[in-house]
């Protein structure tokens, strides 16, 4: 089983996090990079450079000019007088004042505060000098993971970082800039035509679910934390099925705070069911070890065993997958999940 990753993902170093009106040190740090190859590395496997496909692969699901913002910003924002160290807006786009949440066109603002707001969701997507070449390289990580299956492999990892699944068709949010699921997703989809995107990070990969939301080619199954008062809040319910022909091919499975291996477990088989139904041909697994109760995000109490569990679940699939690396952030336990749940589903996959 191949892993990628390349030492450009670790130029994304940003400083800043902002929790609970405070800002603190940026969670999504390269030390989850480093700990994570380490973890994996303990269950055998070793990094391969990603191809570099230049930005095709973003624009195969992002907006061109939010792709242009995220190449631009941080110059144009150091430009500022007085400016910080990091592009963060002070000013959001209002949703509500414009027709759909769905891609909403270039902004009207031409200058970097406003068009910072118009395509940064929130507080902890932080974009620094090195981010653009982190988050591309990110993306050719899970480019070249779908590329290994379509050469004929049963199972390849990405080692995303930073992660993806909380960034949307023309939205950056949730220590997320290009979208690696929905990528690789795309790339399979040039061979299979039907693709699951499975996703038990414990917070909702809501960018994920927009960016298929209307669509029957792509079935979106997420398990993570009730998002009524955790993040992303405003996505993630169990009401969200889908619409127009992508009606029917959502399924969330929210997860209430204290919820332990049984609950997380269940929930996964719940989704599981759901894509069989659908009837994948292959499948993108958005991994995030952050439900582990030693989570400094975490509200549920899924302890290590949990990840050897449902890695010998999804591993029982016969799908071709492409796991592709999302949150976690306690490095003691992403060090064991990762690697508990990747010896668990090599050993049942037979990768
Ligand atoms: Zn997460």
Redesign the pocket.
Known sequence: MKLFFSNRQLAHQPQQYMVHGKLIRAFENNDRATTLLEALAGAGLHPLEPTDHGLAPALSVHADHFIDFLQTAYAEFMKLPNAGPEVLPNIHAYVGATPSLAPRGKPRPTGIIGRSGWYVGDLSAVIMEGTWESALVSAHAAVSAADAILAGDQAAFALCRPPGHHAYVDRASGFCFVNNAAIAAERLRSRYKRVAILDF???HGDGTQAIFYERDDVFFGSVHTDPSAYYPHYLGYADELGAGKGAGFNLNRPLAFGSDDTAFITANHDIINAALKFGAEAMVISA?W?AHHKDPLSKLKVTTDAYARIGDLYGKLSFPMVIVQ??GYSLEAIAESARIFTQAFRAAKGV
């Open positions: 990070d414990t917070h995030g952050d999302e949150g």
